[in-house]
């Protein structure tokens, strides 16, 4: 059974431009998370959509968004890229989100360096 | 909400000896209590999980850990580390019976395993 997927791994922007990360979940997964992690802040939650509906959001910018599609494929775009958003992204994928039994599987992430 | 403590940025530990990893959460609803771990360049792969029932859990690679609700506390332990265990450990907790606002990482406990 394939993983969870994440396209690019790395990538390199400047600030101002804009970013489109991909995650495809584990066949079968509805739900799918977006978590940021840097060395000062840690894990924090973005996002989590469930059948194509946002359930609920961290507290970020609204530069930070994302829409999940039919076949469960997420995409997180952040816009007007600032420093501070260099970072590694990680998708989670699961059965039912935190409304099971809460156990997620991630992906490797996408490493972005905003200069 | 939800905040979770690693009482310990980094825990140094020699080859076959027991080590104890600490976390502490703090919650004004009931939770469910996850450590993942992170190798170099890798995402997070879920190491236990307690959800209800027996307080002492136990998860994959010979880790265990135990709920302890009255500390609110959720401490890893092995009795033996191998040098392959020399990883980012992380402590999470979730809203139980439901809700989407994710779940919430403590900064992590860098475990280094010494020969």
Redesign the interface.
Known sequence: KAG?TQTPRYLIKTRGQQVTLSCSPISGHRSV?W?QQTPGQ?????F?Y?SETQ??K?NFPGRFSGRQFSNSRSEMNVSTLELGDSALY?C?SSLF???G?????????SRLTVL | AQSVTQLDSQVPVFEEAPVELRCNYSSSVSVYLFWYVQYPNQGLQLLLKYLSGSTLVKGINGFEAEFNKSQTSFHLRKPSVHISDTAEYFCAVGRSGGGADGLTFGKGTHLIIQP
Do not use: K, P
């Not at chain 1, 840690?42 to 973005?46: C, M, V």
């Open positions: 969870v998370s978590y840690g894990l924090q939650f973005l989590e469930f359930r609920n961290g990680l989670a989100g935190l409304a039994t809460g156990e997620l599987f991630f992906g490797e992430g």
